[in-house]
C-alpha cells in the first residue's frame, strides 16, 4: 500500500540511564501534556516488552501499542501501534551516551491500512512530525531538570 519514515534526533541534558525509563506510558504521563493511556498488558505495570496499552485517537478511535522490543541495557525500545483501519507505525528509539548528556535515535515507519490512512500519513503527519518531536525534545528534558511538565503552548485559531 503505502510507507513512509519520518526520523529524529534529540539531544537530553541527561544521561541515558535517566531518561530511558521515562519512555513509558506510565511515566510519559508525568511529562508529556495531554497523554493519555490505558493498560492493557504488563507484569510489572510498567512498560516491558510484550506490554499492550491503549491510547485515544479521537472521534471514538482507539489506538493500541505493543512493546515488541525492550533492552534496558542496550536502551532501545521498539513499539507497535496500530490505529484500525488507518496505519500501523512502528517506533523504534535507540539512547545512546553522548558528550553532554544522551542522544536519541527515534525512527517512525508509518504503513497505511487504508487510502484515509495514506491521506492522514501524507498530510497531518508529515506536518506535525517535527513540531511535535521538538516539544517531545523539549518537554522530557524540562521535566528532568525541573520534576514538571512542560505545558504545550496553546494554538491559536
Not at 497523554?35 to 492493557?40: C, H, K, T
Not at 510498567?46 to 542496550?74: A, H, M, N, R
Not at 508529515?126 to 511535535?132: I, M, T
Amino acid at each position: 500500500m503505502f510507507a513512509q519514515t519520518f526520523n529524529s534526533i534529540h539531544h537530553y541534558d541527561f544521561t541515558p540511564e535517566e531518561v530511558f525509563p521515562l519512555l513509558c506510558p506510565v511515566r510519559e504521563k508525568d511529562w508529556i501534556d495531554g497523554w493519555d493511556y490505558e493498560m492493557v498488558y504488563s507484569r510489572s505495570g510498567l512498560v516491558e516488552k510484550d506490554c499492550i496499552f491503549t491510547t485515544p485517537f479521537g472521534q471514538g478511535i482507539e489506538t493500541t501499542w505493543y512493546v515488541s522490543e525492550y533492552e534496558p541495557k542496550l536502551f532501545f525500545i521498539e513499539f507497535v501501534r496500530v490505529t484500525q483501519g488507518l496505519f500501523t507505525v512502528r517506533i523504534s528509539i535507540h539512547l545512546s551516551e553522548a558528550k553532554k548528556g544522551a542522544t536519541a535515535d527515534i525512527a517512525y515507519r508509518y504503513t497505511a491500512l487504508s487510502k484515509l490512512g495514506k491521506t492522514m500519513i501524507e498530510s497531518m503527519v508529515a506536518q506535525h512530525f517535527h513540531e511535535d518531536m521538538k516539544y517531545w525534545e523539549k518537554a522530557l528534558n524540562h521535566y528532568l531538570a525541573t520534576g514538571k511538565m512542560l505545558l504545550k503552548e496553546p494554538v491559536e485559531s
